[in-house]
């Protein structure tokens, strides 16, 4: 068994970023992070929680193990500079200062942030997160509770048609295997946000919504916001008082520049939690 306490650079509350983590590699009880990764052929489970004076403490099998938790965390991640840019913002600054220790947790995988990606394509995030445990659950190996992360080998030997089975549409099935198959996507991590902006934006059946996705919880990147986000189209309807359309999120998020990502992320949760200075209205059906 190995450990490690890390202090993180910059305000950071594992609580508070880790509220909605848990799917079929990682559970999160409040204050323990447990997670699942194959290391050198073999599955290990690694575990992190932050202590009273704010630093977080790890706990792996390995030193592979170990770093691969470090990997999901976003410890080095600091967005001081988000914080202080916003916290006066008319409709972000609430949320910002009383969710201010809040980051992304990443994902085990670039490849299940794809499959994340492909799943929530104008759907609901209930359904699509069963279908991506249904996925990850089938593919990849387990300990009866937790499962590893997927990698692209894991979808590269199906074919689009059995995928269906689990909830996929025809289309969503074909772009994961395709992607899977000529797209290394785990070298992503090593490409600067514009080369990711660029190369995803390529892909068929990868959208504006998709590449935020893989950039926040895939690479941690906080450039690429959550355009067409069904939460922030409904965000949007509240703030101009009509339906809104995808084009009106990214209107929004363009005013936080290179912080679209996080900012989409403060959006929704300050929104879900009343942070913000708007209220839902219903809108009558389309005749």
Known sequence: MVEDLVRPRGPFSLRTSARLAGDATRRFDGRVLLSMFEVDGRLERA????ETDGAIALRAV???GLERLKGVLPLDADHSEFLRRFADDPLLGRAVRELRGKRPIRLGTVTQAVLRAICGQLIEAKRARNIEFRLIRATMPGDGVLHAP???EAF???APARLQRFGLSARKA????RVCKTLDVERLRDVSPVGVAQRLGRERGLGPWSVGVIG???????HFGLVGDLGLIKLCSAMLGRPAEP???AELLARYGEWQGLASTYLLAGFAQGLLPVRVERFPAAA
């Open 47 to 50: 575990a992190c929680w932050q």
């Open 62 to 64: 390995s030193e592979a």
């Open 150 to 152: 997927p990698t692209p």
């Open 156 to 158: 590269c030997s199906f």
């Open 174 to 177: 074909a772009t994961l295997v």
């Open 216 to 222: 926040l919880q895939g690479l941690g990147c906080y």
């Open 247 to 249: 084009e009106d999120t």
